[in-house]
Every structure is written in structure tokens, then in C-alpha cells.
């Protein structure tokens, strides 16, 4: 496991962050919310509902392992790993104890991206334009970039955060883009236009070397008037497709 992701697990732990313990059972999950408790040499302590002592005993039999998931900022951590023992004692303080288990250290870990804002799908007849650029580090936004610069996109949704995209490459070769560019974003809707700055995240390689679906998140709009206004224009387009998706949904439009 990186440094980075066991850092964060153990973090959470010293935390006391509240987490989500899930128990196989006859071919199901049997969830149940709680919290970590403490450190342990070989992993670390959750509390745990007494009522399920046997159902945790066999599986420390067993080996079978756990799951575990908890959520810290804009990110969801997700793990199995076996449970080692159970102490029906567990001490919380000179007065407290409780029921908890001892997870071991797990080898693996995956961590999902949380979206702040709901993302709302952009219909054909939507109408909107997206073109975006790549620009060098100090170059201003609204300075004309030049025609190698541009990354040809198709939209896919969009939100008050950011966008979802899939670039495209030219004369048969992968995109041009790549996480640390900057990047010029122009939104039209109408006869309203968005210039905004943003960058690439989290991108999803395919089959098609041609082609990378990815999100693209926003440069923080919020500092000045100029961003402000760029806000508000953006929440009003999201505001209308949202609108737009549930007049679909009530006609039964796919």
C-alpha cells in the first residue's frame, strides 16, 4: 500500500472517524455503523454491535475478511481486510468500555473521488458549445490562443465545479492534454458565454487510444467580481438543464 493512503487510514483512526463495518453473512453484507477506536500493532480497533458476536466470531474462524469504508473531505477510502479479534471489554477511558474488534492492516486500499456538486447530463438539444485550449503557465486567460493549442472535446456533463469531458486526438493520435496543463474553457448556451479556467482530473484511459474520458474540475470562481459573475452564469445553465432533465424523466425520455 503507498505511504500516502496508509498515512490517511491511520490518520482516521487517531481521529476517531466514523465508519461503516460490513459483515458477510449467507451470501450478504450485513451492515452496521461505527467508529475506529485505536492503533494496534498489526492493524486497528472498531467498535462493534455486541449483537453480532457470533456472526464475528466465525469469521475470525474462518478468515473471511471484513469491509470497511469511511469518508474524509472530498474522498471515500474503501478496504477489506480479516478480523482478528474481538474484546467485548474494549476501554475507551476510565469509565467507558465497549464492544470492538481488530482489523488487520489491509495490503490494499481504493480511494474514490467525492463530487462536491451534482453533475447534470448535457442532451443534444441542449445547444451548448464547449472549446478548450491548453495554455502555457503565466499566459492570461483571455490572450487568443493559437489553433495547435486547442483540444478537440466532446461535452458530457456538466456542474457549478466542473465538467465531464472526453478529448480527443488528431489525425489518429492520443489526446494532447495531460494533468498539470492549464486549461482555457469556453462554455456557450445560447447567447451566453463562459471563459473559465480549469484542469484535468482523474482521467479514465479506454480501448480507443483516440479518445480519454475525464473530468476537468474549475479554477475557484469565487475571488473576484469577474468570477462571481462567471458563477452565476454557470448556476443558471446548470439550473436549466436540471430543469430540462426532470421535464425528460417525467415524459419517460431515456
Not at 52 to 59: A, G, K, N, P, T
Not at 77 to 82: E, G, H, I, L, Q
Amino acid at each position: 500500500m503507498p505511504e500516502s493512503e496508509l498515512q490517511q487510514l491511520q490518520d482516521a483512526v487517531a481521529r476517531n472517524t466514523a465508519a461503516v463495518l460490513s459483515l458477510p453473512s449467507a451470501g450478504m453484507l450485513r451492515h452496521q455503523k461505527t467508529r475506529f477506536l485505536a492503533t494496534a500493532p498489526e492493524g486497528f480497533w472498531m467498535e462493534c454491535s455486541p449483537e453480532d458476536r457470533l456472526l464475528i466470531d466465525e469469521l475470525i474462524t474462518t478468515k473471511v475478511p471484513a469491509g470497511i469504508s469511511f469518508k474524509t473531505a472530498q474522498v471515500k477510502t474503501v478496504f477489506a481486510s480479516p478480523i482478528l479479534e474481538r474484546k467485548e471489554d474494549f476501554r475507551i477511558n476510565a469509565d467507558t468500555t465497549v464492544c470492538a474488534v481488530k482489523i488487520q492492516t489491509p495490503t490494499t486500499i481504493k480511494q474514490m473521488q467525492r463530487r462536491l456538486s451534482y453533475r447534470v447530463r448535457v442532451p443534444a438539444e441542449a445547444e451548448m458549445r464547449l472549446e478548450v485550449w491548453r495554455l502555457s503557465p503565466r499566459v492570461p486567460l483571455r490572450d487568443k490562443p493559437s489553433a495547435t493549442q486547442r483540444v478537440p472535446a466532446e461535452l458530457i456533463d456538466i456542474s457549478i465545479g466542473g465538467l465531464g469531458v472526453i478529448f480527443l486526438g488528431v489525425d489518429g493520435q492520443p489526446p494532447r492534454v495531460c494533468s498539470e496543463d492549464r486549461l482555457r474553457i469556453l462554455i456557450t448556451s445560447g447567447e451566453t458565454e463562459l471563459l473559465i479556467e480549469g484542469a484535468m482530473r482523474f482521467p479514465r484511459p479506454g480501448t480507443d487510444p483516440t479518445k480519454l474520458r475525464t473530468g476537468v474540475v474549475f479554477k475557484t470562481m469565487d475571488s473576484d467580481l469577474e468570477g462571481r459573475q462567471n458563477l452565476a452564469k454557470l448556476t443558471k445553465i446548470v439550473g436549466e438543464l436540471q430543469r430540462m432533465e426532470a421535464r425528460r424523466a417525467r415524459l419517460g425520455i431515456a
